[in-house]
């Protein structure tokens, strides 16, 4: 059992330091798009052609009554089979349960 918790200590300081690592990020601006068929020439993929940590923003339209409407149409359309290998993240059920109220501009 002392093991488990040395290791649990381990992790535990691990965690702490990548959090403080993780506020020290700062993202750029590569581009803004619609989705919809369109503006899908417009995105430039080839930026996103590399390992790195990508930070994505979805604007509200203010369409949707709650977070759950939201989520639904906005996976729809990320979904789409234009976006396929374009190194696009998939939707993660445990990311997108984290949110809990529909604002101005969403995370995924």
Do not use: V
């Not at 803004?32 to 052609?49: A, C, R, S, V, Y």
């Not at 709650?66 to 789409?80: G, R």
């Amino acid at each position: 059992m002392e093991r488990i918790n040395k290791i649990d200590s381990d992790i535990t300081s691990y965690i702490e330091e990548f959090r403080l690592e993780a506020k020290k990020l700062r993202f750029e601006i590569i581009c803004e798009f619609k989705l919809d068929q369109t503006h899908i020439p417009e995105i430039p993929w080839k930026t996103f052609q590399c390992p790195g940590i990508y930070w994505l923003e979805i604007k509200n339209n203010e369409k949707f009554k709650d977070i759950n409407s939201w989520m639904n149409h906005f996976k729809s359309k990320w979904e789409d089979e234009s976006y396929l290998k374009c190194f696009t993240p998939n939707l993660k059920l445990k990311r997108i349960k984290e949110h809990k109220a529909l604002g101005a501009w969403i995370p995924i």
